[in-house]
Nanobody, 135 residues
Framework: QVQLVESGGGLVQPGGSLRLSCVVS????????IGWFRQAPGKEREGVSC????????HYTESVKGRFTLTIDHAKNTVYLQMNNLKPEDTAVYYC????????????????????????????WGKGTLVTVSP
């Protein structure tokens, strides 16, 4: 059974930084789709960043390009999201998710965005960690 546990969220001022961690158990991170997603109050869940670990191609939503970076430590089976220059609109619960079908990253970030609910697209999810960006 695949389990994901996120940590690292918190309250930060605009312009600040946070690093989120997602420890994965029950599977290796080889040849999988894995990424970060977020859901702000009253809004649908959206993709933040995702990668197919077989080719390390990373996808980012436009609003975080140049500010957020997804990295993977295969030895620790952990995925990170480094978030710099945070803005109030980044406030959300951040979720880590993975799926054995690697193409789901490319599909989730295709343009235009698919109408599928992300919660149903990716198979395994963590419980999330709250990020609040406020003065």
């Amino acid at each position: 059974q695949v389990q994901l546990v996120e940590s690292g969220g918190g309250l930060v001022q605009p312009g600040g930084s946070l690093r989120l961690s997602c420890v994965v158990s029950g599977t290796t991170l080889d040849y999988r789709a894995i990424g970060w997603f977020r859901q702000a109050p009253g809004k649908e869940r959206e993709g933040v960043s995702c990668t197919d670990t077989s080719d390390d191609k990373e996808h980012y939503t436009e609003s975080v390009k140049g500010r957020f970076t997804l990295t993977i430590d295969h030895a620790k089976n952990t995925v990170y999201l480094q978030m710099n220059n945070l803005k109030p609109e980044d406030t959300a619960v951040y979720y880590c998710a993975t799926d054995r079908i690697r193409a789901k990253c490319r599909y989730a970030f295709s343009n235009p965005r698919p109408k599928d609910k992300l919660e149903e697209l990716m198979r395994d999810w963590g419980k999330g960690t709250l990020v609040t960006v406020s003065p």
